[in-house]
């Protein structure tokens, strides 16, 4: 439950999703996170390596391997929204 509530909360899963295409600066975090605003990313971000899903090297922040495990995880469920949203969108039709 621990892992949904962080997941649950605003852009935590988007920071997420964004850092699976590579390392990214913060500036280019908040680039790819689009409407964040500084002070919830630096808040999320601090949440996000405490749970040690991300870190901070020297080409920026990157997931770790527990968080490319989560991604891996995570984009199954992608997958299975589309579908859902597709089927429900017909059914609306």
Do not use: H
């Not at 949904?4 to 680039?31: C, H, M, Y």
């Not at 770790?64 to 969108?89: C, F, H, M, Y």
């Amino acid at each position: 439950m621990a892992l949904l509530d962080l997941l649950g909360r605003t852009w935590s899963l988007g920071i997420v999703w964004n850092l699976q295409q590579g390392p990214a600066t913060f500036r280019e975090l908040q680039k790819r996170c689009e409407q964040i605003s500084p002070t919830l990313l630096n808040s999320r971000l601090k949440e996000l390596k405490t749970l040690q899903l991300i870190d901070m090297q020297d080409t920026g922040y990157q997931l770790t391997q527990q968080g490319l495990e989560l991604i891996t995880i995570i984009l199954p469920l992608g997958d299975w929204s589309q579908n859902w949203a597709k089927r429900v969108l017909k059914e609306e039709s």
